[in-house]
Nanobody, 115 residues
Framework: VQLVESGGGLVQPGGSLKLSCVASGFTFDNYPMTWARQAPGKGLDWIAQINGAGTSTDYADSVRGRFTISRDNAKNTLYLQMNNLKPEDTAVYYC?????????RGQGTQVTVSS
């Protein structure tokens, strides 16, 4: 099982980024997927999830209305579109297999929101 995130970077407040996570080593569309993040000095927080078919999503209150989770099962890829970014969104972002943040995850991608 391998998950590889990309797309992070430095962005100004109010800006946008789109994260990607390419999955391999398992049947991607059999699994729900989760995005989680870890801010400096804090624990791993669940922020969004999507079912295997991509037809059902859920979000943490902190990102609802600003972030959109999606997936392309033909490409074995999970996405996170992040709009209206805030400094408090600064964190390492991980994709996780399953609905729990305790599942298999990638190495993460750093997102820094700063002016």
């Amino acid at each position: 099982v391998q998950l590889v995130e990309s797309g992070g970077g430095l962005v100004q407040p109010g800006g946008s980024l789109k994260l990607s996570c390419v999955a391999s080593g398992f049947t991607f569309d059999n699994y729900p997927m989760t995005w989680a993040r870890q801010a400096p000095g804090k624990g791993l927080d669940w922020i969004a999830q999507i079912n295997g078919a991509g037809t059902s999503t859920d979000y943490a209150d902190s990102v609802r209305g600003r972030f959109t989770i999606s997936r392309d099962n033909a490409k074995n890829t999970l996405y996170l579109q992040m709009n209206n970014l805030k400094p408090e969104d600064t964190a390492v972002y991980y994709c996780v297999r399953g609905f729990s943040v305790a599942g298999v995850r990638g190495q993460g991608t750093q997102v820094t929101v700063s002016s």
